[in-house]
């Protein structure tokens, strides 16, 4: 019997030292939605790896960059046919400033725009937008710099009053940067005929210094995007407070690299903060948890939401702070593999994540292994909590 076809197939335009968040976000978000992703960079094939970076800004005059994770591509430029994609997103970062030099690049965007189809670009992606000349008469906002070449490409442009703005005019879908992910994901779902039901959920992120980039962003705009308030704390921090991240990945040593991720901002106070008012929990994994695990209030915090059945959502090293709260005891489930003697010490039932992406949901807690695995974590999470994206 023949698979069913996905309702919904995108293609996400890929490029060397593309911004980091900008490119996964999206990408594990759709998945995690139903929707197929093909991401793919010219000159390259599928298997082939782009390097990413990491924008923020900071104390100097413009963003700083640093290496962020290596993206495998999952699909070959030179294979794919325009006509088997509803959608395409193009993230920012400096790979636009290139591809927008591409006429293979242009004449693909230039095709999607003719066909009407929804095209969702952010921060310098939209330089790839003018290259095409898709913007003339069109509403459209970008990183402010790219601001004089869409104004050029005679676009109606919209000065961004703050990093998280998106502008929809018709099929066009623009994004400033990756903090407004949540609008821009949301819109670029309602352009594919999506709907999304069961969100305003309430959902609560254990945060710490160090934790892993992809880990808590990834989960957290994704669950923004669908209509649910997310709050993130971390002991002895208060809202607006940052915590440091890590960008963890696998580049032939024996173990994980890590190098500096962004830095994430906290959007509430961790004193006070009661299981009672949320309906989940999500714990991100990173260096974060070995010392999260020592916190009594976080132990407690941990508990509350255990005992009480909400769902909660674990993975990576997250899975330490599980086990030393004592609830594992009788559940069924996976973390990273180094995390497998506190799981199977705490009297849980190990499953071995092979391949890497599996994730498991035993009654109300999914586990995964790493970051590869956000799309079925964050679905098996989603149907916890009754969210569904239907087309």
Same mark, same amino acid.
């Given at each position: 019997?023949?698979?069913s076809?996905p ?56 963003y700083?960059?640093t ?5 495998? /591509?999952? #699909?070959?430029?030179?294979?794919i046919?325009?006509? *088997?994609?509803?959608? &395409?997103? +193009?993230?920012? $970062? ?10 293979a ?13 929804p ?14 000349d ?15 070449v /869409?104004? #050029?490409?005679?676009?109606?442009w919209?000065?961004? *009053?703050?990093?998280? &703005?998106? +502008?929809?005019? $018709? ?12 609008e ?12 999304i039901?069961?969100?305003e959920k ?6 710490g ?9 990834v ?13 993130a704390?971390c ?27 962004h ?10 903060v ?5 309906d ?14 020592l916190?009594?209030?976080?132990i ?11 769902p ?36 849980a ?6 391949p890497?992406?599996?994730?498991f ?29 239907t087309?």
């Amino acid at each position: 019997m023949a698979m069913s076809k996905p309702q919904r197939r995108v293609l996400l335009l890929c490029g060397d030292y593309m911004e980091d968040y900008e490119v996964m976000v999206p990408f594990q978000a759709l998945l995690a939605y139903g929707v197929s992703v093909d991401a793919v960079c010219p000159g390259k094939k599928a298997g082939d790896v782009c390097r990413t970076a990491v924008h923020q800004m900071g104390a100097h005059q413009t963003y700083s960059e640093t290496r962020g994770h290596n993206f495998t /591509l999952n #699909a070959t430029f030179t294979e794919i046919e325009f006509s *088997e994609y509803d959608g &395409l997103v +193009i993230p920012g $970062g400096r790979a636009p400033e290139y591809l927008a030099m591409d006429q293979a690049v242009v004449d693909l965007v230039s095709k999607f725009s003719h066909a009407g189809k929804p095209i969702a670009s952010i921060c310098h992606g939209q330089l790839i937008l003018a290259a095409a000349d898709v913007v003339k008469g069109r509403k459209c906002t970008a990183f402010p710099p790219v601001g004089p070449v /869409l104004i #050029a490409a005679g676009a109606h442009w919209v000065e961004p *009053e703050s990093m998280s &703005l998106c +502008i929809t005019d $018709g099929n066009l879908v623009t994004g400033v940067a990756y903090t407004g992910h949540p609008e821009f994901l949301q819109s670029f779902v309602k352009a594919l005929g999506g709907s999304i039901t069961g969100s305003e959920k309430r959902i609560l992120f254990l945060c710490g210094d160090y934790m892993e980039d992809y880990e808590v962003t990834v989960p957290f705009q994704s669950l923004q995007a669908l209509g649910c308030h997310v709050d993130a704390v971390c002991p002895k921090k208060k809202i607006g407070d940052t915590c440091p991240t890590a960008v963890h990945d696998f580049e032939g040593d024996q173990t994980y690299s890590e190098k500096p991720g962004h830095d994430f901002t906290l959007t509430a106070d961790f004193e006070g903060v009661d299981a009672s008012s949320y309906d989940a929990l999500v714990i991100p994994g990173g260096r974060a948890p070995e010392y999260l695990a020592l916190d009594g209030k976080v132990i407690a915090l941990v508990k509350d939401f255990m005992e009480a059945q909400k769902p909660v959502a674990s993975i990576c090293h997250g899975q330490q702070i599980l086990s030393a709260a004592g609830v594992l005891k009788g559940k069924k489930c996976t973390a990273y593999p180094a995390v497998k003697l506190n799981v199977v010490l705490s009297g849980a039932t190990w499953l071995e994540p092979d391949p890497i992406d599996r994730c498991f949901t035993d009654g109300n807690l999914v586990t995964g292994a790493a970051w590869p695995g956000h799309p079925e974590f964050i679905s098996q999470l989603m149907a916890l909590l009754c969210i569904k994206v239907t087309f």
